[in-house]
């Protein structure tokens, strides 16, 4: 990725930065070193968040920010104190988001359900070729999230990990 941002800065006029949705941290830290603040780099990758901030990325695109605003901001807010391990706890508790958003594959179609689940607006169904989520689908996403929420509360109220 270094070597196609430097020759997208000689060759696109326009070019100001990237939005890195990979999870690689060490090509992330090599473009950050030979590139410094000369782009802008945008990362979108929700469950390594920490692992960005440790290496000075600043700006974010995740897709689970949508509903877990609270969480992303409570990673970066520790990290900023210093307070790793709560950094760390809140960043096990997106990834576990994350998991369970992929855990059959359809990513798109549950996160959809997630969000319609909060917000109450209707998302509808993912476009073909993906397939539509079953009821029965939702109804054990929303439950296992609900449960997902509830248990982490529960254990950061404890301070469990």
Not at 54 to 75: H, L, P
């Amino acid at each position: 990725m270094a070597l196609f941002i430097q020759h997208a800065k000689t060759h696109i006029p326009t070019f100001a930065g990237i939005k890195w949705a990979a999870s690689d941290l060490a090509g992330l830290l090599r473009c950050k070193a030979l590139h410094g603040d000369s782009i802008a780099l945008m990362w979108a990758n929700d469950d390594v968040l920490l692992g960005a901030l440790a290496v000075g990325i600043r700006s974010f695109n995740g897709t689970t920010y949508s509903f877990s605003t609270k969480t992303a901001r409570s990673i970066v807010d520790a990290y900023k104190r210093g307070d790793t391990a709560g950094a760390a706890r809140e960043q096990l508790y997106l990834k576990t988001v994350v998991d369970l958003l992929e855990e059959d594959g359809n990513w798109l179609q549950r996160h959809k359900a997630i969000l319609e689940f909060l917000t109450g607006i209707p998302t509808g169904p993912a476009r073909l070729p993906l397939p539509p989520l079953t009821d029965a689908a939702i109804k054990k996403l929303t439950l296992d999230y609900t449960k997902l929420q509830t248990d982490f509360e529960a254990e950061k109220a404890r301070h469990i990990y």
